[in-house]
């Protein structure tokens, strides 16, 4: 069983300042989210309030259709892994990993054997790990929680790319071997975006896209060619970027339908996609308005 | 090898239906499943299923319940027609297109055309 996540009109309050205002999210049970946002979008707040370590200011947070705030049942069965994890310094590594126990579903044995893996230092103590170690073994604790909703908030930053190479590689075994519901916050966004099936942008507090990745990069191209074609072309779309080189001129609009689309191939115009980073970059552009 | 911009399913499925026109996957043969693409390209596995799905709507491949994905018996000779129905849309409309707009008339091409499959005799 993987959990499902309803969100109904959660608004989140620290004092004076609003980190979540009037969110309504559904994610399905058992996908792979990709969670984006710049840095004080909201994420953390978003992901902290799932594994109720916060209580939202009002409105509904249901994890498997039910509240999850001081539902052990659930809570249980939920695990949210932060960057360089929730340990307790002075701990060994080894007795770091055995805290998973806590879960009814923690399996110990390939705790052990992803430690080993990614050669995790067992006695040595949580503080004398290095940063990308430290990812590692908070990654590690999330893995073999084997929980039915698990969310790895940036957990994955401080390890060097093949480590992080290695880990995704883990992250789709384990989610293929035992379906469950898995949302990744990042901002190595082009590197994930292939083991994502849906993504949800968070900015300034409110859910800006949720969509499948897909349907979200389809919806946007970057036409490229002479450059009174291009304009003529990209007349009163919503352009995020333009290039120019001499004569030839690329032009990346936000969304291109059918008819436009079959206008730009008509004028011989090249189409090309546009990345999920380059999607993000402007969508969440603070000079954006109306986004 | 995911990176000239087409969606991944498409051009897993692309992948599928030129290996059986070369011959490397056989009719009646047995296609690696969902998982096993999904690990080996490093992809979510619903992107996998989605280039299946278009197969077998197509009726490229067949499922068997609980067994796998094999290869339709018929599929070559549906790919076939499918490769020169797509020659005519993407190699000759544009060509079409772009010889009207350079102002090359359409029999100086058939001309063309006939001197190349006389050359090719």
């Known amino acids: 069983m993987s959990f499902a996540v309803n969100l109904r009109d959660v608004t989140l309050r620290y004092g004076e300042s609003e980190a979540l205002a009037d969110v309504n999210l559904t994610l399905e049970a058992g996908k792979i989210y990709g969670l984006l946002g710049r840095n004080g979008a909201g994420k953390t707040s978003l992901l902290s309030l799932l594994a109720a370590f916060r209580r939202p200011t009002s409105g509904e947070v249901l994890v498997g259709g039910e509240p999850v705030w001081e539902n052990a049942p659930i809570v249980s069965r939920v695990a949210l892994v932060r960057e360089g994890g929730d340990f307790d310094d002075s701990d060994s590594v080894k007795s770091a990993i055995s805290t998973g126990e806590l879960r009814p579903s923690f399996d110990a044995a390939y705790a052990l054997k992803l430690a080993d893996k990614f050669e995790l230092p067992l006695k040595k103590k949580v503080r004398e790990l290095s940063r990308g170690k430290r990812s590692v073994l908070a990654a590690i604790t999330g893995l073999a929680a084997r929980a039915e909703l698990t969310m790895f908030d940036e957990v994955h930053l401080g390890m060097d790319a093949p480590t992080r190479d290695a880990f995704y590689k883990e992250l789709l075994a384990e989610y293929m071997d035992r379906p469950h519901t898995v949302v990744m916050s990042t901002h190595l966004i082009d590197e994930v975006a292939n083991y994502l099936e849906e993504v949800v942008i968070v900015d300034r507090g409110r859910v800006l896209v949720h969509d499948e990745v897909e349907a979200f990069q389809g919806r946007g191209a970057t036409l490229t060619g002479p450059a009174d074609k291009v304009d003529a072309v990209a007349a009163g779309l919503e352009v995020l970027a333009e290039q120019r080189l001499g004569g030839t001129k690329s032009a990346t609009v936000a969304a291109l339908d059918g008819e436009v689309r079959a206008r730009a191939a008509d004028a011989g115009l090249e189409i090309g996609p546009v990345g999920l980073q380059d999607l993000f970059i402007h969508l969440t552009d603070p000079e954006r308005t109306g986004a | ?121």
Not at chain 2, 27 to 32: E, I, L, R, S
Not at chain 2, 91 to 116: F, H, M, W
């Open chain 2, 1 to 121: 090898m995911f990176d000239d911009g087409t969606p991944i399913y498409r051009q897993i499925a692309d992948q599928i239906k030129a290996e059986i026109m070369n011959g490397s996957l056989e009719p009646g043969g047995k296609v690696m499943s969902t998982n096993q693409y999904a690990a080996f390209y490093q992809i979510n596995p619903a992107t996998a299923q989605k280039a299946f799905r278009e197969l077998v709507d197509e009726g490229v491949l067949y499922k068997q319940r609980g067994v796998g994905m094999f290869v339709a018996d018929d599929a070559r000779e549906r790919l076939a027609a499918d490769f020169r129905e797509r020659f005519f849309e993407t190699v000759l409309a544009p060509l079409v297109r772009e010889a009207r707009q350079a102002g090359i008339p359409l029999t100086d091409i058939i001309d063309y055309l006939r001197t190349q499959e006389g050359a090719l005799q």
